[in-house]
């Protein structure tokens, strides 16, 4: 990979594109911005990107499309979708089809710069062997684990790729117990030591019924034993089985 990675940001929206350059360019990242996916695509050919961040909802050639382009040619290049709330389920199908994450708008610099920055760790890790979970749980993406419990109630922790791109974890931003999280809302925000934000999408709809308080006097165990003492939250789910069909073993 070269010493600023090509991110190719595909919008059909001016002000989105601007936004993207302006949030990222401190970062060592060399930018090229298009309005369409058929632009994108003839980039795409090209060879150049390294990166991809496109919008999920566009007139002609959408996100999904374009996912699918680059997952034919390109499969090692991490996508990002941009997405808004109202297609958040879509964006889940987008993570099952292999986008590398999502970012819901409007994003924060911060936002925006952690998920890049986790792409970019991944294209450098492509070639290392990955740890695997140590035992069969449901996953959303590279995100997180969630294993049923006995009582049908479902534990979350950071999965094993979350986990190795992610950096120290100085702080995590948990929900309330109580609170009702949307399956692929935002179900916790990890701060880590260089000062970005990342995003953790909620992997189930259901009510906040536990914390691992654990976490707030010691955040790194968040990182440091994901299956085990750096669980997050336990939800009660509200739609399992048919939310579960979303998830991946």
């Excluded at 369409?36 to 090209?46: M, P």
């Excluded at 911060?110 to 070639?127: D, F, H, M, P, W």
């Excluded at 791109?165 to 030591?193: F, H, I, K, N």
Aim: with cysteine; net charge negative.
């Amino acid at each position: 990979m070269s010493e600023d990675t090509k991110v190719l940001v595909v919008d059909d929206e001016q002000v989105v594109l601007d936004s993207v350059r302006k949030h990222l360019r401190r970062e060592a990242y060399e930018i090229r911005t298009v309005l369409s996916g058929t632009e994108a695509v003839e980039i795409l050919d090209s060879g150049w990107p390294e990166v991809v961040i496109t919008d999920l909802m566009m007139p002609g050639m959408d996100g999904l499309e374009l996912l699918e382009r680059v997952r034919d040619s390109s499969p090692a290049i991490p996508v990002i979708m941009i997405t808004g709330y109202a297609t958040m389920r879509t964006a889940l199908q987008a993570l099952r089809q292999g986008a590398f994450d999502y970012i819901a708008k409007p994003f924060t610099r911060a936002e925006l710069q952690g998920v890049v920055i986790r792409a970019t760790r991944q294209i450098s890790q492509e070639n290392e062997p990955e740890e695997a979970d140590p035992d069969p749980r449901h996953h959303l993406g590279g995100h997180c684990w969630i294993h049923i419990e006995a009582d049908t109630t479902a534990r979350i922790g950071l999965a094993r790729s979350f986990v190795d791109v992610v950096g120290e974890v100085s702080e995590v931003e948990l929900p309330a117990v109580g609170d009702y999280l949307e399956q692929g809302s935002v179900c916790l925000r990890l701060l880590t030591a260089d000062g970005r934000s990342h995003t953790l999408w909620s992997p189930l709809s259901g009510s906040v019924l536990e914390l691992n308080e654990a976490l707030r006097e010691n955040p790194g165990l968040a990182a440091k034993d994901p299956f085990g003492e750096g669980w997050l939250v336990r939800l009660d789910p509200a739609n399992l089985e048919e939310e579960l069909k979303d998830l991946d073993l």
